[in-house]
């Protein structure tokens, strides 16, 4: 019964999350320049960023998606923030983008509405600067898989913390602009190649998961884990930031 409690209570609270006033809400869309016009694309994006996002309230950072489907495709990443952030009045950006940039873009997506899960996340800190690169890793959770998809989550932050774990870790759900059983993991490094690693400690994740919680519990969760996603509901991609087209603070 405790157990039954205990994994009810993770999926109503992660559920419900979207209405409480203290969820940190983050947007992305994604952008394709007109073919040849790449550049002019490139100098009217930054040049609106330094107009109108020169502080940390109204930030916004640039990626170039480096592999997959939207190779080549900008996103536009807004974050750090709550929902009464949407109640503000920026007319007059959406004025200059819609005279300067908007006629240099083929296409784009619409605004996706991220909550991060902050208490699975893991050395998200808005004092960080960007990092150079992401890895992007896109899960579509079963309507009943939540409690196995969340569990190993929650255990892994349990052994980020013991341990030390020296990289950077946030999970996201999607609250608004798509289907709301999509998470997203996403984990920002600098260097391609470079091993995070745990400050306290030479073992890998697995192996410190099991001394955590028993014999073979990765191999355990792991299973019930990759059973929560629905069939086609994992994929991966890089991104790499463009520090032109970002927020310099």
């Excluded at 983008?97 to 619409?110: F, R």
């Excluded at 899960?117 to 960080?128: D, L």
């Excluded at 890998?204 to 919680?213: C, G």
Aim: aromatic fraction near 14%; glycine fraction near 6%.
């Amino acid at each position: 019964m405790k157990k039954l409690i205990y994994i009810l209570s993770i999926i109503i609270s992660t559920i419900s999350y979207a209405q409480q006033q203290d969820a940190e809400i983050w947007q992305t869309y994604r952008i394709k320049s007109l073919k040849g016009k790449t550049q002019e694309f490139e100098k009217a994006v930054s040049k609106k960023t330094r107009m109108f996002n020169k502080t940390p309230e109204d930030a916004i950072f640039t990626f170039k998606v480096v592999d997959g489907q939207d190779q080549g495709m900008y996103e536009r990443v807004v974050g750090f923030k709550n929902w009464s952030w949407f109640n503000r009045s920026n007319q007059k950006e959406m004025d200059y983008w819609m005279k300067n940039v908007d006629p240099l873009i083929e296409s784009q997506t619409g605004w996706i509405v991220w909550e991060r899960i902050k208490e699975y996340s893991h050395n998200w800190n808005p004092g960080n600067a960007p990092s150079k690169h992401q890895l992007r890793r896109s899960r579509m959770v079963k309507p009943s898989g939540y409690s196995d998809f969340l569990i190993v989550h929650e255990r892994m932050k349990k052994v980020y913390d013991k341990y030390g774990y020296k990289g950077i870790k946030g999970l996201f759900r999607c609250v608004s602009g798509g289907s709301e059983q999509m998470f997203l993991i996403v984990s920002p490094f600098n260097e391609y190649g470079e091993n995070a690693g745990f400050e306290k400690s030479d073992k890998n994740t697995a192996e410190l998961y099991n001394e955590m919680f028993g014999d073979n519990a990765w191999q355990k969760d792991i299973l019930k884990y990759n059973s929560s996603l629905v069939d086609w509901g994992r994929s991966a991609e890089r991104l790499t930031i463009v520090k032109s087209m970002s927020s310099q603070n």
